[in-house]
């Protein structure tokens, strides 16, 4: 495991709803709007984590069936815990070696996972092969190169500011790959198909510096896995720092926003 990567932490659920679920939950809907998929069918959320785009096609797809695959066991289980839908079921597996027969889904989607993945190639030509033909693709990613997630980047700014060393784990030098440009050519050359793109752009706003803060300190995701690990005076010191650079407005709310990039085909009959 890399020094970077070594922050990964994607087990507990709830500590992942507090940082980045409450955000993924909002970007979903958007995807699926732009989406157009038909609605009913069978769908498969690949790397579903603890199941906010699941919950959107539930939500809004009037899917058959939905299948949300991630290779977290914690996630899953916490993804299940929140439904009794009984058109969804979570279960564990690989996203780059998908344990489902070819042609068997009306559309295969994903949220903010395929940074993620070693094999980004061999993940996208799994979700190509699972879906029938004329059935949908699409993924979305967050913009990290382009600093598109403020909540982030000002996280990353203040730590690399105290820590030179952080410098390197920060998401927009771990995935220089996740721009609308380089997104594009990866799903024409995997999928071999047309490809439309769009930016999603969201608000995310904190209602203080403690609701901006905490869930940095909980351990699930990149940065609050960072967050964690540091010793308590270290901590202390970032948590100052945060404090005293992010823009407050005057009710004391932190006020960034979020953008993902989102990229879709249908695939060819
Ligand atoms: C940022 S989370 C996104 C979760 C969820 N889709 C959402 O929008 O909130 C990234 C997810 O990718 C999952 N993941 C990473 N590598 C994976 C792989 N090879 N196969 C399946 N899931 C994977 C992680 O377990 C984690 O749940």
Redesign the pocket.
């Given at each position: 495991m890399s020094e970077s990567s070594r922050h990964d932490s994607?087990q507990a659920g709830a500590n992942?709803d507090a940082y980045?679920?409450r955000w993924?939950?909002r970007?979903?809907p958007r995807f699926l709007d732009w989406l157009e998929a038909p609605e009913g069918g069978d769908w498969l959320?690949?790397?579903?984590?603890?199941?906010?785009?699941s919950a959107a096609i539930l939500g809004q797809s009037a899917p058959r069936s939905v299948t949300g695959?991630?290779?977290?066991e914690g996630?899953v289980v916490h993804a299940a815990s929140k439904t009794d839908d009984p058109r969804v079921r979570f279960r564990r597996?690989?996203?780059?070696k998908l344990d489902v027969p070819a042609e068997s889904f009306d559309a295969a989607v994903?949220?903010?996972?395929l940074n993620?993945?070693?094999g980004r190639s061999a993940?996208l030509r799994e979700m190509a092969r699972v879906v029938r033909p004329g059935g949908r693709l699409g993924f979305f990613v967050w913009d990290y190169p382009g600093g598109g997630v403020r909540f982030m980047r000002e996280f990353w700014r203040a730590a690399s500011a105290l820590d030179p060393a952080a410098q390197d784990l920060t998401e927009d030098k771990r995935f220089p790959d996740c721009t609308e440009a380089r997104l594009r050519d990866l799903a024409v050359r995997v999928w071999g198909m047309e490809v439309e793109s769009t930016a999603l752009v969201i608000d995310t706003r904190f209602a203080d510096f403690t609701d901006y803060w905490t869930p940095f300190t909980l351990g699930a995701?990149p940065a609050p896995g960072y967050c964690a690990a540091l010793p308590p005076d270290r901590r202390e010191a970032l948590r100052r720092k945060l404090e005293s650079d992010l823009p407050a407005e005057p009710d004391g709310g932190i006020a960034l926003t979020a953008r993902a990039w989102a990229v879709k085909a249908v695939k060819s009959s």
């Open positions: 994607w992942y980045m679920g993924s939950r970007v979903a959320d690949v790397g579903c984590g603890t199941g906010s785009l695959v991630d290779a977290s996630f597996g690989d996203a780059q994903s949220g903010l996972v993620f993945v070693p993940m995701g």
